[in-house]
């Protein structure tokens, strides 16, 4: 059995999108998404506020590079991974499979 690992998450681009290569030859565009929403927990509701690492590679990369600014919406479809900064502090990061601007 195959466990899941699916995110939807919808927000603002927070900080202004980088477009690297890969040393293979592959493009990514990695962005900040911050969320911010009421959400129900126990009958109760309660502010969520998420801010990510959103990587978005391949040929989709190069084609949002222009589409993507400061403040822009949308949603993300995608799974979450970990990456290690230079210091080796973990972080999760959304590897985008589908990007739509809302």
Same mark, same amino acid.
């Given at each position: 059995?195959?466990?899941?690992?699916?995110?939807?998450?919808?927000?603002?681009?927070?900080?202004?999108?980088?477009? *690297? *290569?890969?040393?293979?030859?592959?493009?990514?565009? !990695? /962005?900040?998404? =911050?969320?911010?929403?009421e959400q129900q @927990?126990?009958?109760?509701?309660? #502010?969520? /506020?998420? !801010?990510?690492?959103?990587?978005?590679?391949?040929?989709?990369?190069? &084609?949002? *590079?222009? @589409?993507?600014?400061?403040?822009?919406?949308?949603?993300? *479809?995608?799974?979450?991974? #970990?990456?290690? =900064? +230079?210091?080796?502090?973990?972080?999760?990061v959304l590897h985008? &499979?589908?990007?739509? +601007?809302?």
């Amino acid at each position: 059995m195959e466990l899941s690992n699916q995110l939807v998450l919808g927000g603002s681009v927070s900080k202004p999108p980088k477009l *690297t *290569t890969s040393p293979a030859g592959i493009s990514h565009l !990695r /962005f900040v998404l =911050d969320h911010q929403s009421e959400q129900q @927990e126990a009958g109760y509701p309660r #502010r969520s /506020f998420v !801010r990510v690492l959103v990587v978005l590679g391949g040929e989709a990369a190069k &084609q949002w *590079t222009h @589409e993507l600014t400061v403040g822009s919406q949308v949603q993300v *479809t995608g799974f979450l991974n #970990r990456i290690e =900064d +230079k210091n080796g502090v973990g972080k999760l990061v959304l590897h985008a &499979q589908q990007l739509v +601007k809302i």
